[in-house]
């Protein structure tokens, strides 16, 4: 094909289809596996599929179900947004690859938890703590069916149990790199965190300076109102907007919060005012659109809740925060999930065999999801991408 159409065409024709179908496109000459494999083709077709999807309704919503104690039970599954009939895809389970890929098959690895970081840019990032042996991270696209295990850590895990791994998920768009935060802290809060950063394109960690991380910086740390219990799903509920990542902190003296962000180009922390009056409630942050939104969450009598939604308008601008929904429900919410791009917020309830309920924010409307929410630890927006497809250190499985 390439001695009738110039190279220019040939690219402009394939980055217009499908991440399935390029995959293919890879087996058919050398030429055009260089050309998709190259990072400048992979940066352009995500770029071309976001800017598409933001023009259609149908966006994927990943959802990602823990296991039991068998990492062969795991279930994992791309639902539609916007789907009326609960379509969905189901996902291959990594687990017994990435096993394969860190340990020889003589030795015998449990894996006793198991944490889902974030998703951004059709990749995953997956924290697994294997019992006796320690935390190992993880960058996964299931589009592609390839991953990347992170190198040993510079900051050291404690083994008697004091300390905790935390861990959040971004993109740089400055360098078009993806980086992994990593905090080490007293699980109360006792002693400063040790706070670290891996970049995909470096591919190892750097150690962040006690000058650059924040004296109020405690992510993670279970003494923190704002938190999920651990046995229910994601300990360190964070937003990725703007180019940073954001939480709910609470300072070291008093009991006010305020919201937390750390920039992925840049590296640096700043932070955020709430909305008056919210500095001790319980809240969430989450992404609305492409805003940063802070869910206020409250439990009522006769079993009902009640959650007030704040969005930033102009992100960094303590103004700009403007209240758009208020909403009761007759029962409990446990956890927020993440919102639809049709405008309907999903989370878990810890009533109804903990179900996973849509509820539309304009009618008040709610409807359950179509699937058992129990054992869900994560839920948000997905893109299929490329990225990780000409990794040099990526595993294919």
Known sequence: MSDYFPKDIIQEILQRLP???LI?????????????????????????????????AAVGLLLLRAFAGN???????L???????????????????????????????VVRDFHVVGACNGLVCLAVDFAYVGSQTIIWNPSVRKF??????????????????????????????????????????????EVEIWSLLRGS?????????????????????????LNYGSVDKHAFVNGALHWVQRRTV???????????????????????????????????????????????????SKFDIWVMKEHGVVESWTKLFTLNLHCHMLEPFCFTRSGELVFKMCVLGRRLLKVDLKTEEFKYFGIDGYM??????????????????????
């Open 254 to 304: 008093g009991e006010d919060k305020f919201i937390l962000w750390f920039h992925m180009g840049s590296e640096l922390f700043g932070e955020i005012m709430m909305p008056e009056g919210l500095t001790r409630e319980r809240c969430f942050v989450l992404r609305y659109e492409e805003s940063l939104a802070l869910l206020k969450s409250e439990e009522l009598q006769g079993n009902c």
């Open 79 to 109: 639902h539609w947004d916007n789907s009326e009939t609960g379509e969905h895809s189901k996902l291959v389970n990594p687990y017994p690859y990435i096993k394969e890929a860190i340990f020889s098959p003589s030795e015998r690895v």
């Open 148 to 193: 990347v295990t992170l190198p040993g850590r510079c900051v050291s895990v404690s083994k008697t149990g004091k300390r905790r791994a935390s861990y959040a998920f971004g993109h740089d768009s400055r360098t078009n790199d993806y980086k992994v935060l990593r905090s080490m802290s007293n699980r109360y809060g006792k002693t400063p965190c």
């Open 205 to 229: 960690w750097k150690s962040l300076s006690a000058a650059v991380v924040p004296e109020d910086f405690m992510f993670g740390v279970y003494n923190n109102r704002n938190v999920v219990p």
């Open 71 to 77: 990492e062969n039970s795991a279930l994992y599954s």
């Open 19 to 21: 991440t399935k179908c």
């Open 24 to 56: 293919n496109c890879t087996l058919v000459c050398k030429p055009w596996r260089s050309l998709i494999q190259s990072p400048s083709f992979i940066h352009s077709h995500l770029r071309r599929t976001i800017h598409s999807n933001n023009q259609n």
């Open 376 to 397: 869900c630890h994560f839920m948000d927006s997905f893109v299929e991408s490329l990225v990780l497809l000409g990794q040099a250190n990526a595993i294919s499985y």
